[in-house]
Every structure is written in structure tokens, then in C-alpha cells.
């Protein structure tokens, strides 16, 4: 059974819609994170949230929004999408002050 | 800025070679470096890791060799095999010094190809 369930796994959006992309880990860990992959910048760092709280945010563009509504969940709310925002977008997880992360399977998001 | 730098992009071995995977980082304050391995369609997966007290790691046929003076790294993935062909990031962390906030920086990945 996957640890870390990420939905949906691919994601058409229109330029200038909005999406939420789901991440929900059962490893019982307390902090979890946002990365983004693409061809350009390989796994770059999005947010960390530990205990629910924002840790570190390293996205310069606040249509980018991290919603933790659950100790388990970091959601991902992306605004005003543009194509340059085409990516696969990987949750992680860990142990509060261990940096061993769990990854997701990623979302695969195409911005037409 | 690229804190954490990987080479070769790309590299090739002949299954049952010694392939290694190099990686440099500029920030003193890092302290943990994890290896991860990710495979086409998936996540990375964490492979071996390193504090920055040891010099050595070993796990079965990864090692990490690590030169905290010259803030070098290196993989080696000894007798590879073709399931060994995936892409390999170095990543790094500053456990000691973050105060929680334990993100880790890669590298831009080294794609590893095996042949049988």
C-alpha cells in the first residue's frame, strides 16, 4: 500500500484556471513538503509545513498555496495557472528534524 | 545558485563495473547528505546516506565516500546492474542548524545507465 497518496496522478488545466493537488501520508510523520520537477530544475524546493505550520517557503509567486487541514495532509492550490507551471509536483514527508524524506509518486500537471 | 552540484549529467557502465557518481556542495552549514534513486514515472526513493562526521557509508554495494575539507561526495555503486539504471540525486541538509526545518537541496541528478 502506497505510504504517501498523491491525486491526481496526471492533470490537464487551461491557462488561468486553478487546481488542488492532494497529498495524504500514512507514515505517521509530522513534517511534509512540496517539490517540483522539470526538465529545467530538477527537484526544487516548494514549502515545508512542520506540525501543521509553515517551516520554509521558497516559491517566489503566491499563486502557489500549501493547505494543511489535516496533521496528514498538504494540499497544493495553484492559481492563475500558467504553461511554465507544467511539472510533476512530489509531496514528501519525514520525521520532524530527520531530513529522510518518503516521496509520493508525483503529480504530473500540463498547463495548455 | 546552485548549492549542490552533480557530475557526470549522464554516465554509462557495463554490468558488473564500479560506477561513480560525484557530488560538491558550497554551503558549510550542511551536515546530512541522502542519496536518492528515482526510476521513470516514480518518486525518489532514498538510497544511503551520510553525516557529515563520517567519511564512509556503506549499504551492500553503495558506498558514500564524503571530504568534509573539500565539501566533495561521491557514490559508488560496485558489480552494477541493469536494474541499477535509474537517475541518482545528492541532496543535502542542515540538520544541526535549521531548528526543525530539515529541507533538503539537490543536486540536478546523474542518470545512470547499466548495460547488460
Known amino acids: 500500500d502506497p505510504k504517501i497518496i498523491q491525486k491526481p496522478k496526471y492533470l490537464v488545466a487551461v491557462t488561468g484556471s486553478e487546481k488542488i493537488l492532494i497529498c495524504e501520508q500514512y507514515?505517521?510523520?509530522?513534517?511534509m513538503y512540496w517539490y517540483r520537477q522539470s526538465a529545467k530544475k530538477p527537484l526544487e524546493f516548494m514549502f515545508s509545513?512542520?506540525?501543521?505550520?509553515?517551516?520554509d517557503n521558497q516559491t517566489a509567486s503566491s499563486r502557489f498555496q500549501p493547505q494543511s487541514s489535516k496533521k496528514n495532509h498538504l494540499d497544493l492550490q495553484i492559481t492563475a495557472l500558467k504553461p511554465d507551471d507544467s511539472a510533476t509536483y512530489f509531496c514528501?514527508?519525514?520525521?520532524?528534524?530527520?531530513?529522510?524524506?518518503?516521496f509520493g509518486s508525483g503529480t504530473r500537471l500540463l498547463v495548455i | 545558485q546552485q548549492q549542490v552540484r552533480q557530475s557526470p549529467q549522464s554516465l554509462t557502465v557495463w554490468e558488473g563495473e564500479t560506477a561513480i557518481l560525484n557530488c560538491s556542495y558550497e554551503?558549510?552549514?550542511?551536515?546530512?547528505f541522502p542519496w536518492y534513486q528515482q526510476f521513470p514515472g516514480e518518486g525518489p526513493a532514498l538510497l544511503i546516506a551520510?553525516?557529515?562526521?563520517?567519511d564512509k557509508k556503506e549499504d551492500g554495494r553503495f558506498t558514500i565516500f564524503f571530504n568534509k575539507r573539500e565539501k566533495k561526495l561521491s557514490l559508488h555503486i560496485t558489480d552494477s546492474q541493469p536494474g541499477d539504471s535509474a537517475t541518482y540525486f545528492c541532496a543535502a541538509s542542515a540538520e544541526g542548524a535549521t531548528g526543525g526545518n530539515n529541507k533538503l537541496t539537490f543536486g540536478q541528478g546523474t542518470v545512470l545507465s547499466v548495460i547488460p
Open positions: 507514515l505517521g510523520h509530522n513534517a
Open positions: 551520510i553525516r557529515s562526521v563520517s
Open positions: 554551503n558549510s552549514a550542511f551536515d546530512y
Open positions: 509545513y512542520s506540525y501543521q505550520k509553515l517551516m
Open positions: 514528501a514527508s519525514s520525521q520532524t528534524g530527520n531530513s529522510d524524506y518518503t
